[in-house]
């Protein structure tokens, strides 16, 4: 069989189709760390991590404190 100009443009084509398809699946980092370091910056510059002063930890920690206090002294 005789290669025709058809063939030729057809091959070419899937040929170019094939290379597009594996550039798309390229990806921009080369570990997971840069990813990682990359999205929690992005997230920083959007302000999804701002420090905010909730109250909770402190609030929670003085009722653990008192529940402690409380059953040491039940059983003194």
């Known amino acids: 069989m005789v290669p025709s100009h058809r063939t030729n443009a057809a091959l070419m ?3 170019a189709a094939a290379a597009s ?3 798309g699946f390229a990806c921009l980092f080369s570990t997971s ?3 990682e ?3 929690i910056s992005e997230r920083r510059a959007q302000g999804r991590y ?3 002063r909730s109250r909770w930890p402190l609030a929670m ?3 653990c404190a008192l529940a402690v206090a409380g059953t ?3 059983f003194s």
């Open 13 to 15: 084509s899937l040929e």
């Open 21 to 23: 398809a594996r550039g």
């Open 33 to 35: 760390d840069e990813y």
């Open 37 to 39: 370091t990359a999205l």
């Open 50 to 52: 701002a420090a905010s």
């Open 61 to 63: 920690f003085a009722g």
């Open 72 to 74: 040491v002294l039940l």
